[in-house]
């Protein structure tokens, strides 16, 4: 009766949020869960080993991995129930993800809507799949309305790698609004808009994504493309039960929503 779960790095605050419901969720059915966590330089086999080495019962897998990459650590599970949070969507793997392209459509239609067309893109790593995923939904939106990026920056989900990225284009080659691949990035723009003395919203739009717990208090409160990481830890422990009973899982959708708080207008 122990699930194993593979994660990022738990100094960020998406994958800490799903770590902490999933742990009460497991508890809550009466199961342990064992945390491995990616550190530098430790590909995801060698954490999953750790679980294994551990005798989990069946693994949740929060690493970020392209499709062949999935399969192989399937395999590496030889037969024990998996479940993928972050793999690239065509990988055939039993996964647990948000869609990226419904919250990309519903962040540019915001801001196309409150007429703004320079619109600016801040990415995630290149390395992980739902980075690229939701870059290629901006895109796609975008497109939709005729448009291309103002900008293109990047970071790796960190606050600091926000905060450097806007000082590329400070103090003033921005765009009309800025469309942020995680909420801690967005924290990090913030930061250097606010040191330049860049108004939100009053000079640019600021959308992130995630919806950690924090970014209601954000100064000014974040909008963004919540998705709902209790949630999704706690239906990713379902639906790994489920895989572990042999029984068909009653799948909730998941579906993210725009949350509109103060960094729009
Ligand atoms: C994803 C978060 O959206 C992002 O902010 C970052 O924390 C990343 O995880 C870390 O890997 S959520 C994941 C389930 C795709």
């Excluded at 550190?39 to 995801?44: I, Q």
């Excluded at 893109?121 to 005729?146: D, K, T, V």
């Amino acid at each position: 009766r122990t699930l194993g779960l593979a994660t990022s790095d738990l100094a960020l605050m998406a994958p800490a949020q799903i770590a902490s419901a999933a742990q009460q969720r497991a508890a809550a059915l009466g199961y342990h869960l064992v945390i491995a966590m990616a550190t530098p330089g430790r590909d995801a086999q060698e954490t999953v080993n750790e679980l294994l080495a551990q005798r989990v019962d069946a693994l949740l897998i929060n690493l970020p991995l392209d499709a062949t990459q999935a399969v192989s650590i399937q395999a590496q599970c030889a037969g024990k129930p998996t479940l993928f949070l972050d793999v690239e969507q065509h990988a055939s793997v039993a996964q647990c993800q948000y869609p990226s392209a419904t919250g990309a459509r519903q962040a540019v239609a915001h801001l196309v809507a409150l007429g703004h067309r320079q619109i600016g893109l801040l990415n995630g790593p290149a390395g992980s799949a739902s980075a690229r995923a939701r870059y290629e939904s901006w895109l796609q939106a975008l497109s939709e309305h005729e448009l291309a990026p103002f900008c293109v920056l990047q970071g790796d989900w960190s606050a600091a790698s926000g905060y450097q990225a806007l000082l590329t284009r400070l103090p003033d080659d921005l765009p009309q609004a800025l469309l942020v691949a995680n909420d801690q990035m967005a924290l990090g723009a913030m930061r250097a808009l606010h040191q330049h003395g860049v108004k939100l919203p009053g000079d640019m739009s600021l959308i992130g994504y995630d919806d950690t717990a924090e970014s209601a208090w954000y100064q000014p409160p974040l909008t963004t493309v919540r998705q709902d990481l209790q949630q999704l830890g706690a239906v990713s422990v379902d639906r790994l039960l489920a895989q572990l009973r042999g029984d068909t899982p009653h799948t909730v959708p998941l579906e993210t929503e725009l949350v509109l708080r103060e960094t729009t207008a």
